[in-house]
């Protein structure tokens, strides 16, 4: 490795001091520890060092945006790291890193990602209840990786499930930047191939993070790993424009049941088309019909016993 070259990475990463002073976002992250980290990384072989020494405005881009979105490098976290991807150095976040973001930032209390095999028994429970995944956990035959979900507990308490199909995972794996580029040139290097059980937990927190509580940091995280971060689909758009009928008829059939199970199967479905629709605005509403509802039902039989 060339001294001459490592020298050329040292200075343009500690030369970031300042624009990583001035996009800071949380005080906890340190820049000289983020810039041992960064070194670390950097240093580890000839191809990494190549890739930043011909790409050195990708350096100070990927060390900036560690405190723009306020992440570390710290490898016992396994937050984020840098990788050399398409001829730059880019910012990697892994599926915890954004669920430990989400947590940072007061958007959930805590979150879980888990993939689901064959040979697992998994199903989802309804209206504000987790979903239930059994297994052995020490098995050697599991089978295939059949799907994934990601449970969460709002601050308000309300948990939260998303799961999706391997085959819903991989129809987004192939739309993807890095997947095509790999399909292209199988001798590079895809973390569709070389972590493929992160990556599907990580399209599936990508897809939750949208029923979650808002955070500018959790949001630019996101929006980093779909575009500059050279692994996701570009979602900077503008989104699809939603019908709010929709809304408005499951919201109407939510305040019309007349049990508990009925409004939890009005719940499960109404979720289910909202977010086919992208429809977050009215998830929020059909959540606050359910959970009025709700408490006129329980209510209910102890004013019919009272008359």
């Known amino acids: 490795m060339s001294s001459d070259k490592l020298a050329i990475v040292e200075r343009d990463v500690y030369g970031c001091r300042e ?3 001035s996009v800071l976002s949380d005080p906890a992250i340190n820049f000289e520890r ?4 960064a070194l670390q990384v950097l240093s580890r072989n000839d191809y990494t060092i190549k890739v930043a020494t011909n790409n050195r405005q990708s350096v100070v881009d990927s060390i900036t945006n560690v405190a723009s979105i306020g992440i570390s490098l710290n490898p016992a976290r396994k937050q984020a790291y840098l990788v050399p991807r398409e001829g730059k150095i880019c910012l990697d976040i892994s599926y915890m890193g954004l669920m ?3 947590m940072a930032t007061g ?5 879980k990602a888990e993939l689901v ?6 199903a989802l429970n309804g209206f504000d209840r987790p979903p239930t995944h ?3 956990p020490f098995s050697k035959e599991r089978g295939d990786i ?16 998303e799961a999706m199909s391997i085959d819903e995972v991989f129809a987004i794996r192939d739309r993807s930047s890095a997947w095509k580029a790999y399909i292209k040139d199988p001798a590079k ?3 569709w191939v070389t972590d493929e059980g992160e990556m599907v937990k990580k399209t599936c927190v990508k897809r939750a993070y949208k029923y979650w509580p808002k955070t500018d940091r959790l949001e630019r995280a996101i929006h980093y790993l779909n575009t500059d971060g050279g692994q996701g689909i570009d979602l900077s758009g503008q989104p699809p424009a939603v019908d709010p009928a929709l809304a408005d008829a499951w919201i109407t059939k939510a305040k019309s049941a007349v049990t508990e199970e009925e409004l939890t199967a009005i719940w499960t479905q109404g979720v289910a088309a909202l977010r086919a629709a992208k429809d977050m605005p009215g998830y929020e509403r059909l959540k606050a019909a359910v959970t009025a509802q709700g408490e006129i039902l329980k209510r209910e039989p102890l004013e019919g016993q009272c008359a």
Not at 34 to 37: K, T
């Open 189 to 191: 290097t895809c973390p």
């Open 117 to 122: 095999y064959e040979t697992d028994q998994f």
């Open 134 to 136: 059994t297994f052995a």
């Open 107 to 111: 958007s959930i209390r805590w979150a």
């Open 34 to 37: 983020e810039a041992v980290f």
């Open 19 to 21: 624009a990583f002073a």
């Open 146 to 161: 059949v799907g994934v979900y990601v449970v969460v507990k709002t601050a308000d308490g309300d948990y939260l499930t």
């Open 100 to 102: 430990d973001l989400a």
